[in-house]
């Protein structure tokens, strides 16, 4: 997949050159006292980097094309656009955070090739860039923070430091084909790449004295976002580094922000979208990087629009596996985009008071039923694979469901598919047989209005009866837990005291029932009020069973407003966590465990 604006060279057979050579001594460092030479003696560590100098020359650096072709406006960086007075890009010296990349395998010798940025993190050697840049590098790249024309190697501000491990995300393919980079996929439009040390054998982090904090954005609109980039040889002949401070928006139907700005040609793709910005400082927060749909700018020259995948669950596991040096997962579940999985954005997402999920269409599929805070109900029937189909609604707005207060799904009945039991603001609770996508079906009473169960402040369903029949699990106001081991058309039936009233249990924030051991027993995930998360396996009429401790106290966790556990992903293991945020996000951790979340899959994007 070829850069920003590369539609004049698409399918080109790129040369490929032979780059590293021998060891050359006498080379003087970064940032080394004048007449300090590296000797035979230089640390191992700098031995890839020293080889790549001694190819890298000041004048073959000069000389290097961008090998992402360029748009061409109009217009330099600092002139005014043609069309309406938009923002306009400035040259500066650079950033000791952002540079470019140079290889030598490009169509007409040596390249110049788009645009990159330091991130902190603790293996202290990681650089971000866009994926379609990656995917036309090979082990010839060298990355040079701050790159300064005409200075050799050994005369750039912090070195040079060569590439020794490209990360992207399997599911962003190449394809030669037009529409290529407005795909979907183009949201994953992300890479990273692990580097060695710099001649003197200083890691990345150390060498520049810091790192971009790599943050996923809340949203998509921004005030003051800050662009820092290569252009192209063509509208830079000076190799200056260009930025501009604009407020953001969303890319509409894509997980990606849109910044108008003139003065971002070729060479650009990769460059980090900055909030906290300080010239030559050593932090900030990276919330995105340029690429996306078109490669990060429309076909039209004049618009002075660029894009940028914005940071999600699927960048921060490419940038876990790069910290790793971990190859990524190649059997990740298909990539939705922003459209999403679940229909509707954030926004009305914030409004999904309770969740329960079950067998409720009698496909042996895991689906998911939601109350809204308007007292509509809504069924998602799950595909499978994580993903949902074409969302059915079981009732519109009503005054009578804002009144549940707890809600849950469990086989409570005879038969395949699921129940729902519901708990009423005045005590009432009442089950549902068999809720389907025609509708809640009928009605049975439970326990009547003004009975103690006003005082069950959450309850959930498991494994938790005999021979792993369906349970239900209570807290009460007063931190005891009961556990109602044979639920059933006929009642709730005779409940077991597993912990009596104590301060401890009112502290719970949410339970959810699943099978996290694998053992298709009884299984309890708790979140605490002040973020923690447990698990009880085994628990069943004999006790809470062995408490392990997923995440300790944070902040983040108390942010989940509602949650669930089913069979979402693979229909019958019962450790899928569905999570929704306070700002609308909703979150699949598939195959959560007894010791940690599963795998994290975005299905409703914030800011949307």
Known sequence: ?????????????????????????????????????????????????????????????????????????????????????????????????????????????????????????????????????????????????KFVKGAAPDRQPYGIFHIQRIFVDPRYVPDRGSATTRKTASDLDTAFARVSANQRGTSLQDAVGGGLTFTRPAGYTHRNVTVVGYPSHRHNTAGRAVKCTVPTKQLRGYRQLSMTCGGYYGGVSGSPWITGYEDDGRTGHVIGDLGGYNGGGNDANADYISYATAFGADAANLLADAVADRTPPADLPPYRGIKGTLPGGAARWRGAALMASGDYTGDRRGDLLVVWSDGGITLHPGDGKGGFLAEKRLLRANSTWTHARALTGGTFTDGDRSGLLVRWSDGEVTLYPGPGPAGLGREIRMAPPGSAWKKAVQFTSGAFGPDGGTGLLVRWADGALTLYPGIGAGGLGTGTRLVAANGTWTKTAALAGGDFDGTAGGDLLVRWADGALDTYTGTSAAGLGTRTRVRGPNALWRHAQALTVGGLRHGGTGNDLVVRWSDGETTLYADTGTKAVGTEHTLVHPGT
């Open 1 to 145: 997949m070829f850069s920003y604006g590369q539609r004049r060279t698409r399918g080109r057979r790129r040369t490929a050159v032979a780059v590293l050579c021998a060891v050359v001594l006498g080379l003087t460092a970064p940032g080394a006292r004048a007449g300090e030479e590296l000797r035979p003696s230089a640390p191992a560590a700098g031995r890839e980097a020293r080889q790549a100098a001694a190819f890298w020359t000041a004048q073959r650096m000069a000389d290097a094309r961008p090998l992402d072709a360029a748009r061409h406006p109009p217009s330099e960086p600092g002139a005014a656009p043609a069309a309406a007075a938009r923002p306009q890009g400035t040259l500066f010296q650079g950033t000791r955070l952002v540079g470019t990349f140079f290889g030598a395998d490009g169509p007409r010798g040596t390249t110049w090739h788009c645009t990159g940025s330091v991130i902190d993190t603790k293996a202290r050697n990681i650089v971000l860039t866009a994926a379609h840049c990656a995917l036309n590098m090979n082990a010839d790249y060298v990355f040079v923070p």
